[in-house]
């Protein structure tokens, strides 16, 4: 990743990048300047000196397999997951709707700041139309 404000994060958002990066190489090949547009337009910005390295580590863990395709006379390395690696981002998967429900479930949860703000947000609206107007006049 190019540095940036989000450099302090970086330990968390590779994570999420390797999980994209499976996740689109278990749908269709892929290949590392198209998988860089991609996550460009998740807003991460990432290099080829990022790319590259992350796409060779999945192929040695054995989660990708690179081939080498003919495009427009130029070749280009595509990766495309093994089922090693689809059965990777299935696990994955759980762990990351799990880990999403709980984020988002505590923001909601009764007692939590979100609740106490929406409640303070919604509080004049309850309040009967005449006695709001009551109140107003002198
Ligand atoms: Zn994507």
Redo the contacts with the bound molecule.
């Keep these: 990743m190019t540095p940036n404000r989000d450099t302090k994060y970086q330990d968390i958002y590779i994570g999420l990048v390797r999980l ?1 990066v499976l ?2 190489a278990a749908q269709e090949p892929v290949f590392g300047h198209g998988m860089i547009q ?2 460009g ?2 807003g991460y910005h990432l290099g080829p000196g990022t790319m590259y390295p992350l796409l060779h580590s999945l192929e040695r863990r054995g989660w990708l397999k690179s081939q080498i395709v003919l495009v427009d006379g130029r070749r280009r390395k595509c990766y495309a997951a093994t089922p090693h690696g689809k059965a990777a981002l299935l696990q994955a998967r759980d762990y990351v709707r799990e880990l999403f429900d709980e984020i988002f479930e505590e923001r909601a949860k009764p007692g939590s700041d979100r609740d106490l703000n929406m409640r303070r947000l919604q509080k004049p609206s309850l309040m009967p139309a005449s006695k709001t107007a009551k109140k107003g006049r002198p």
């Design positions: 994209h996740h689109h991609e996550l337009r998740h």
